[in-house]
């Protein structure tokens, strides 16, 4: 369940993650629509990376036992 969340939210991240997946290929220069697309999978494959770790994370952690 915590999983299939991560997905939904997939699209979500992907597109708050745009701007970095632009800074990073901005340096390359080169043609615009390579540019774009690059960019594009760059930040679909961080957010997809930094929610399946996050979600991963979620599942391993032990909770801090209630006193």
Same mark, same amino acid.
């Given at each position: 369940?915590? +999983? ?7 699209? =979500?991240?992907?597109? *708050?993650? $745009?701007? %970095?997946?632009?800074? @990073?290929? !901005?340096? +390359? ?7 774009? =697309?690059?960019?594009? *999978?760059? $930040?679909? %494959?961080?957010?997809? @990376?930094? !929610? ?13 036992? *209630?006193?």
């Amino acid at each position: 369940m915590v +999983r299939s969340f991560a997905m939904c939210m997939n699209t =979500l991240m992907t597109r *708050a993650l $745009s701007p %970095v997946g632009f800074l @990073l290929v !901005l340096p +390359r220069g080169g043609d615009k629509t390579t540019m774009i =697309l690059t960019a594009a *999978a760059v $930040s679909g %494959v961080l957010s997809v @990376l930094s !929610l399946l770790l996050l979600s991963q994370w979620w599942l391993e952690r032990k909770p801090a036992s *209630a006193q």
